[in-house]
């Protein structure tokens, strides 16, 4: 071993006795921050991780160990200094072990010099050090890897060229063969064998933060073939091959590097189903599977079955995520001990199998474009998980599984959060195992199903659509013992049941052709006593897809099957219908507000929208969602008083102004004061002001500029104070509907104080920074004349604002002193209240509260105005929203999982000229290490001793 040192000691020492190694260096540290500040447009991003630095570094590590390791061995052949180290005292073993370990030193300084990176990350964001020390560990296996296949390169030629070139190719062929470029061409198994193979496909896995077993041994057997490939090609210059005696021992050679290289093959196939010999690295563990999973798994009473359904020949961006999802299902089927059976096919190359599950299931396959350099395509392929339990399936789709980022020089498409998706459906399908005899049974009325079709004025390709809904609810029927009515009415000439189902379900004609001269009616109303849903019918449904239509719409109907979120928001003033009109060509109906928010919530429950004007909550509703509810009624107030004192849930959506987008701009006005009046009274104010903070989120502001007498108008992301970025230190930990969140952006907020009475708990949920101030003008938009540095006058002393809060307890009713408007005055008129003793003045101690300062945290506004110009929409917000109704109906567990769902944290809003200002900085930092380490040498030639005389010091 003290040989194996010495001779590491002495090459390492060699690397910096010319200017070679500097330069090379240099060349390596300046390309990888080119990459990571330039290519990859880190600061664009505003995502703080270092993925950029790890995408790559497997190609600029092959540059680097083709240029360490190209004089090696190929400088002693040429100078003829290899004959006598054969003839030395040292193994030959000793010298590639020690050659070996000095590339290795090298290398590791050269990652060394690229820690600043991941350090200037680390200042300005909030950044996982899991998935940077898996990197750098795999960047260092990689590399060492690379040196082993560069010195046996390196002994079969004495030209230093000869021997760079081999290497880069040799390097090259070994990471493109797991690269979506190769893999492209071959269908998933071929596809995924080439990632098995490849030295960058494997580095993606220890990239993300997890060490798995597999990828070492890979990494450290390749290297290991390769160091004894090299000593067999220095061995063969010891043997006279022409000798009697030298035969045989070139034979027991030739079979030792034979039986290593088999016994590497041999351990990495061994290795292959080994899945859970990994260490998730990342925080919070983000790609293991979590204790709600495994619990969910363990209650199965029945076999479950999930089956993957991906084509061969798929988007290219889609292709890397396949073997992701048959990992994760594979622990899945480990994590079930026998209950759960996953299997995989491509539908494509299965004509039947196709047809079964277009037919059975309703899954078809997916248009997308492709194109390289030489055709562009549209492929069909399948991007499909399948999860059945019993006579119970769901479908998750491709738009169900990713999720997609773009940026100004990238487009990132990745899982949304594959465990929570998969959990999720599991205990969806397996709660809702009951057959559909029994769900007619707890029919608290019959179901009605009427199909509005005009058979004879269809277009040919419905024409077959109402025999299929037919048959299928004729089906049903007959399962439902009376339960459930099947009926068909033709519109056609009935100008009274046509102005009937406009006025009342919304159905109108749809128009055959462009001008609207032929119209038809196709649509599929089910009503269960005052519950009815409109099924939209589609050319393409299947049998299938009809049958689970119905069936869901008939569990809704269907009592405690499903949870459902009321939500109350004011529907904005129409245009005037014209009598003139045809119904066809009306103005179509005013939208109200949160129709995103509302699709959100729809994946996992019942969304209502709510007209209280009748002064009650539908008891149905089991979280009340209340946003821009605008001037409430007397009648609509007390609907919510008492839902609330029922002990009720309420999310409430308080900012104090609203926000309208105009033609000039933005502009503020004052909420209608009905709804701050209940929260007064709840124990909640809502400060009239809007938080400015100098911790914000950009935002694109049109901005009007005079130019020569002209004014015109631009968009500019900007820095924008009333964007109020909260970030992990302003959230409550103890919340865990607040767990995993990166950050949430609080536009126009109002801050809230708590006066809570006796009994009420009360906890803060969102606060803002220290920085922060009040803003009680109307005027929300940037003005550069005046404050040319940011738009708005700088802020007063700073100080952290409340923006959400949660309370629990006695709530006093806001009615308790004042009449009903329900129930009538009766003898309470005089006291000031309801005599009645109908009207509840003290809540149920389960009611909850929760009340955030922004009414435009998850509007339809907010998606537009951002949306607009950089095509991201604050998906956290969102995930609040969700995240809180999970916690008011106490669906907790499913928390967890998606706490763990990969939001990337985001920078922290810099001051401008900042992010220049650290890339300088590295690029300088990095010169003055390269200028330090090329004075070294000087000393070292000092020190230089001969190798000879090395090799005898180890042996004496």
Request: charged fraction near 20%; proline fraction near 6%; hydrophobic fraction near 45%.
């Amino acid at each position: 071993m003290s040989s194996i040192g010495i001779v590491a000691r002495k090459e390492f020492r060699s690397y910096f006795q010319s200017p070679v190694a500097v330069i090379f260096l240099g060349i390596f540290l300046f390309s990888t921050l080119f990459s990571f500040f330039g290519s990859s447009a880190f600061f664009a991003r505003n995502i703080a991780d270092v993925r950029p630095l790890f995408e790559w570094l497997p190609l600029l590590l092959i540059f680097l160990v083709a240029a360490i390791t190209m004089r090696q061995w190929s400088e002693e052949r040429k100078m003829g200094t290899l004959e006598v180290l054969l003839t030395l005292p040292v193994t030959t073993r000793d010298m590639v072990l020690g050659k070996f370990l000095a590339g290795v030193a090298l290398v590791a300084l050269a990652l060394a010099f690229t820690l600043p990176i991941p350090i200037m990350v680390s200042l300005i964001g909030d950044l996982d050090w899991g998935p940077v020390v898996g990197g750098y560990l795999g960047a260092l296996l990689l590399g060492s890897t690379y040196l082993a296949i560069g010195l046996c390169v390196s002994a079969r030629t004495d030209n230093q060229v000869v021997s760079l070139m081999l290497t880069l190719v040799i390097g090259g062929a070994i990471y493109l063969l797991g690269s979506d470029v190769v893999t492209a061409f071959f269908g998933n198994r071929g596809a995924d064998l080439l990632r098995a193979l490849g030295t960058g496909s494997r580095f993606t896995s220890i990239e993300r933060g997890v060490l798995d077993l597999r990828d070492l041994v890979y990494y450290v057997g390749l290297a290991a073939f390769f160091l004894t490939l090299n000593w067999y090609f220095l061995e063969l210059d010891r043997v006279d091959v022409h000798s009697k005696g030298g035969r045989p021992r070139a034979r027991a050679l030739a079979l030792l590097v034979l039986l290593a290289g088999v016994n590497v093959i041999a351990c990495n196939v061994w290795l292959t189903p080994v899945k859970r010999a990994r260490a998730d690295l990342t925080r919070g563990g983000e790609y293991s599977v979590s204790a709600v999973t495994r619990q969910t798994l363990a209650a199965l009473e029945e076999p479950l079955e999930i089956q993957g359904f991906f084509s061969a020949r798929t988007h290219p961006l889609l292709a890397p995520l396949v073997p992701q999802i048959r990992d994760l299902l594979a622990e899945y089927e480990v994590q079930g001990d026998g209950k759960v059976r996953v299997s995989f096919a491509d539908p494509n190359a299965d004509e039947e199998l196709e047809q079964e599950l277009s037919e059975q299931y309703g899954i078809r396959s997916v248009p997308f474009q492709v194109a390289d350099r030489h055709e562009q395509a549209v492929v069909n392929s399948y991007f499909h998980v399948l999860v059945r339990y019993a006579d119970q399936y769901e479908t998750l789709s491709f738009a169900q599984l990713i999720e997609v980022r773009a940026d100004q020089s990238d487009i990132d498409v990745r899982l949304r959060n594959l465990e929570y998706d998969l959990t999720r459906t599991i205990k969806r399908v397996s709660q809702e195992f009951q057959s559909m005899e029994s769900i007619f049974a707890r029919l608290p009325e019959p179901a009605t199903v009427t199909l509005y079709a005009t058979p004879g004025q269809m277009p040919e390709e419905f024409a077959e659509l109402p025999g299929r809904i037919r048959g299928v609810a004729d089906t049903l029927a007959a399962r439902s013992d009376g339960k459930l009515v099947f009926a068909e009415v033709d519109p056609a000439g009935n100008a009274q049941l046509q102005e009937e189902l406009d006025g009342r379900y919304g159905i109108r004609p749809l128009a055959v052709d462009l001008f609207g001269r032929q119209t038809f009616y196709l649509d599929l109303v089910v009503e269960s006593g005052d519950k009815v849903q409109r099924i939209l019918p589609r050319s393409e449904l299947s049998e299938a897809d009809i049958e689970q239509a119905l069936e869901a719409a008939v569990r809704r109907a269907t009592p405690g099957q499903l949870k459902t979120i009321g939500l109350l928001t004011e529907t904005p003033a129409g245009p005037p219908r014209n009598p003139q009109l045809p119904p066809q060509f009306q103005p179509p109906a005013p939208q109200p507000d949160y129709q995103v928010l509302q699709r959100f919530l729809e994946e996992d429950y019942e969304v209502e929208r709510l007209d209280l004007s009748s002064g009650i909550v539908p008891d149905i509703v089991d979280v009340l969602v209340v946003g821009k509810a605008g001037a409430l009624s007397e009648h609509e107030q007390f609907a919510l008083d008492q839902y609330l004192m029922r002990g009720g849930r309420v999310i409430a959506l308080a900012g104090r102004y609203a926000v309208d987008s105009q033609r000039g701009g933005l502009a503020v006005s004052e909420a209608a004061p009905a709804l701050f009046s209940l929260l007064e009274a709840w124990g909640v104010e809502v400060e009239p002001a809007l938080v400015m903070d100098s911790q914000n989120a950009p935002f694109p502001i049109p901005v009007t500029e005079e130019r020569g007498g002209f004014r015109m108008q631009r968009i500019q992301l900007i820095p924008y104070p009333f964007f109020v970025d909260i970030r992990s230190d302003g959230f409550n930990e103890e919340v865990p509907a607040l767990s995993g969140l990166p950050s949430v952006t609080a536009p126009w907020s109002s801050p809230l104080r708590v006066n809570a009475a006796e009994g009420i708990e009360s906890k803060v949920l969102l606060a803002s920074s220290d920085e922060s101030w009040l803003n009680t003008s109307a005027d929300i938009q940037p003005d550069f004349r005046r404050y040319p540095d940011g738009g708005f006058a700088p802020g007063a002393a700073g100080e952290s604002r409340t923006l959400g809060v949660a309370l629990g307890g006695r709530f006093p009713s806001a009615f308790a002193e004042r009449p009903s408007p329900l129930f009538g005055e009766g003898g309470g008129a005089e006291a000031g209240g309801d005599a009645t003793g109908r009207t509840l003045k003290e809540s149920l101690p389960d009611a909850q509260l929760v009340v955030l300062g922004s009414s435009e945290m998850v509007s339809d506004l907010l998606l537009q105005l951002a949306g607009s110009f950089t095509g991201e929409v604050h998906r956290s917000n969102y995930q609040l929203v969700q995240n809180l109704v999970d916690w008011a109906v106490e669906d907790t567990d499913l928390l967890t999982i998606r706490s763990s769902g990969a939001f990337a944290h985001t920078l922290r809003p810099m001051e401008p000229g900042e992010a220049r200002t650290w890339e300088i900085a590295n690029y300088a930092f990095v010169t003055l290490l390269l200028l330090v380490i090329s004075i070294v040498p000087r000393r070292l030639r000092r020190n230089a001793k001969p190798i000879v005389t090395l090799a005898g010091e180890g042996r004496s």
